[in-house]
């Protein structure tokens, strides 16, 4: 079945303590991204990936980290976190024309104390 | 800047009534149009889009109409139903190769029976 998996799909955490969400998906897309959802402000972009090694900012990416060593890998990497990234996050893929659909996986529901 | 504008909801119809959801967008050039949908807890869902001026978008009952003179791609839907709750965003692709998308704050509708 072609998708996108993210884990854990739901972390509670402390000020400080780096994590890692893993994404992953199984179509060969060349583009992923990150987004997160916050009540009344949508979803911004965090970090968006080209292909295996190409990396680049969105709206919010402070923060944040991202690497993409693999095609089908894109992990989010927060080294040290913050309340105000308490969220829910999104890891979404897409083959390679802009036009085409973002397939989104099923989120994951971050809080940091 | 780009940026997508959608009616603030939530949205409650009773099943069988009609559904418009509006869009309006501000944008440099002439960017593609979708609207994505979520249902409850899940991730994001492409349920239409339309790429260039009066092209016209449908899905599953859904239909949305790219304006360029009004800059607007609002969402229709003649009769819903109570299995079409969701949340629906709004989003347009700015220009480029990246193909990056920015959603609007998203519509809230419940459809009770």
């Known amino acids: 079945e072609a998708q996108v998996t993210q884990n854990p799909r739901y972390l509670i955490t402390v000020t400080g303590k780096k994590l890692t969400v893993t994404c992953s998906q199984n179509?060969?897309?060349?583009?992923m991204s990150w987004y997160r959802q916050d009540p009344g402000l949508g979803l911004r972009q965090i970090y968006y990936?080209?292909?295996?090694?190409?990396?680049d900012k969105g709206d919010v990416p402070e923060g944040y980290k991202v690497s993409r060593k693999e095609k089908r890998n894109f992990p989010l990497i927060l080294e040290s976190p913050s309340p105000n990234q308490t969220s829910l996050y999104f890891c979404?893929?897409?083959?390679?024309?802009?036009?085409?659909?973002?397939?989104f996986g099923p989120g994951t529901r971050l809080t940091v104390l | 800047g780009d940026s997508v504008t959608q009616m603030e909801g939530p949205v409650t119809l009773s099943e069988e009534a009609f559904l418009t959801i509006n869009c309006t967008y501000t944008?440099?050039?002439?960017?593609?149009l979708f609207w994505y949908v979520q249902y409850p807890g899940e991730g994001l869902q492409l349920l239409l889009k339309?790429?260039?001026?009066?092209d016209k978008g449908s899905n599953k009952g859904f239909e949305a109409t790219y304006r360029k003179e009004t800059t607007s791609f609002h969402l229709e839907k003649g009769s819903v139903q109570v299995s079409d709750s969701a949340v629906y965003f709004c989003?347009?692709?700015?220009?480029?190769?990246?193909?990056?998308?920015?959603f609007g704050k998203g519509t809230k509708l419940s459809v009770k029976p």
């Open positions: 979404a893929s897409r083959q390679g024309w802009p036009d085409n659909e973002q397939f």
């Open positions: 179509m060969n897309h060349e583009y």
């Open positions: 990936s080209m292909n295996v090694e190409v990396t």
């Open positions: 944008a440099t050039g002439y960017p593609s």
């Open positions: 339309a790429t260039k001026a009066d």
């Open positions: 989003a347009l692709r700015i220009g480029g190769s990246q193909g990056n998308l920015i």
